[in-house]
């Protein structure tokens, strides 16, 4: 379908990285994003909000924990925001953790993870996973059902979500419940994929830009082939937490999600795949105030984590 008159409003009003040429140093890049980002002013309603850290891999990694009105013990689903491992915080995703929070009735953690180039691969995979296992052994303290545990995220956040399921199967970590992965990345951009083709400028995020954050987070070459990066090399999905895969149709990162969720099926792992035409990337937890189709987008995976937490 046409791209929506919202989309096209915030692709008018500024892109991801410039359109001629490469994103600038990883500090301007991040400076630039603060200055386009606006915290939304009416936020949804939860019980509470608490900043705090956990003792990660190499040094305390900052979370924000949303905890939802009522008694506990609630699940938990762990959240990992977008930026292409070089940017974003806690704060962009501020009114989808909230939402999610109040209408999944589940505690949502929030990661900070460490940032590349300062931080390259492995770094992130190894907060991310951290986060899950240490809110498996944590979450009593602060009103969770540890049986009861989700992951998502959004663009690289999408990628750490899957790569925590993987390693949760891999290395004897929590059994998730569910995989939340919206415009995940799971493939490179030279892969050869339509979307980056037919969508590599003008709408938002460029190839440019994902070209130039595969340049600081791999340490080299070989990491392209390593599953914990993209999980689209993995040989074996099979044994891993069921999906629900949200896309955008504008955007250079539509058609991995979709193959990645075709390919989840094949291997045996239930996976609800949506594809949200005329929308642009970052429509679940970047712009939830400009698209108003955000907010079908977070009954989905409302509707997705009630499910699988057994919640009524």
């Not at 663009?155 to 199967?169: C, P, Q, T």
């Not at 999906?243 to 099926?265: H, I, N, S, W």
């Given at each position: 379908?046409?791209?929506?008159?919202?989309?096209?409003?915030?692709?008018?009003?500024?892109?991801?990285?410039?359109?001629?040429?490469?994103?600038?140093?990883?500090?301007?890049?991040?400076?630039?994003?603060?200055?386009?980002?606006?915290?939304?002013?009416?936020?949804?309603?939860?019980?509470?909000?608490?900043?705090?850290?956990?003792?990660?891999?190499?040094?305390?990694?900052?979370?924000?924990?949303?905890?939802?009105?009522?008694?506990g013990p609630f699940p938990a689903f762990?959240?990992?925001?977008?930026?292409?491992?070089?940017?974003?915080?806690?704060?962009?995703?501020?009114?989808?953790?909230?939402?999610?929070?109040?209408?999944?009735g589940a505690v949502v953690i929030s990661?900070?993870?460490?940032?590349?180039?300062?931080?390259?691969?492995?770094?992130?995979?190894?907060?991310?996973?951290?986060?899950?296992?240490?809110?498996?052994?944590?979450?009593?303290?602060?009103?969770?059902?540890?049986?009861?545990?989700?992951?998502?995220?959004?663009?690289?956040?999408?990628?750490?979500?899957?790569?925590?399921?993987?390693?949760?199967?891999?290395?004897?970590?929590?059994?998730?419940?569910?995989?939340?992965?919206?415009?995940?990345?799971?493939?490179?951009?030279?892969?050869?994929?339509?979307?980056?083709?037919?969508?590599?400028?003008?709408?938002?995020?460029?190839?440019?830009?994902?070209?130039?954050?595969?340049?600081?987070?791999p340490r080299n070459a070989a990491d392209?082939?390593?599953?914990?990066?993209?999980?689209?090399?993995?040989?074996?999905?099979?044994?891993?937490?069921?999906?629900?895969?949200?896309?955008?149709?504008?955007?250079?990162?539509?058609?991995?999600?979709?193959?990645?969720?075709?390919?989840?099926?094949?291997?045996?792992?239930?996976?609800?795949?949506?594809?949200?035409?005329?929308?642009?990337?970052?429509?679940?937890?970047?712009?939830?105030?400009?698209?108003?189709?955000?907010?079908?987008?977070?009954?989905?995976?409302?509707?997705?984590?009630?499910?699988?937490?057994?919640?009524?």
């Open positions: 379908m046409p791209l929506h008159p919202e989309a096209r409003r915030v692709i008018e009003r500024t892109l991801m990285g410039p359109a001629d040429g490469p994103p600038p140093e990883a500090a301007v890049m991040r400076e630039e994003f603060r200055k386009y980002w606006v915290m939304p002013a009416d936020l949804p309603a939860v019980g509470s909000v608490v900043d705090t850290i956990f003792p990660g891999p190499a040094v305390n990694i900052q979370i924000r924990r949303y905890t939802p009105s009522g008694n762990v959240w990992f925001h977008g930026g292409g491992w070089v940017i974003g915080s806690l704060d962009e995703n501020e009114f989808a953790c909230r939402a999610l929070c109040a209408g999944a990661v900070d993870y460490r940032l590349a180039p300062e931080n390259p691969f492995p770094a992130a995979a190894e907060d991310c996973y951290a986060a899950v296992r240490w809110v498996r052994e944590h979450g009593p303290e602060f009103g969770v059902d540890p049986s009861r545990i989700a992951v998502g995220g959004e663009s690289a956040g999408g990628n750490l979500a899957a790569v925590a399921a993987l390693k949760s199967r891999d290395l004897g970590g929590p059994p998730l419940a569910l995989q939340v992965l919206i415009s995940p990345v799971l493939g490179h951009p030279d892969d050869g994929r339509d979307s980056y083709r037919d969508y590599a400028d003008g709408y938002f995020l460029s190839k440019s830009s994902m070209d130039w954050f595969f340049t600081q987070y392209l082939n390593d599953p914990y990066l993209l999980p689209l090399r993995a040989d074996d999905l099979s044994g891993l937490a069921p999906a629900l895969v949200l896309g955008a149709e504008y955007d250079v990162l539509r058609d991995e999600g979709e193959e990645y969720a075709a390919a989840l099926r094949r291997a045996g792992v239930p996976a609800e795949l949506v594809r949200f035409d005329g929308l642009i990337h970052g429509f679940f937890g970047l712009l939830p105030t400009e698209l108003s189709a955000s907010r079908l987008a977070h009954e989905r995976a409302i509707a997705a984590l009630r499910a699988a937490f057994g919640s009524r």
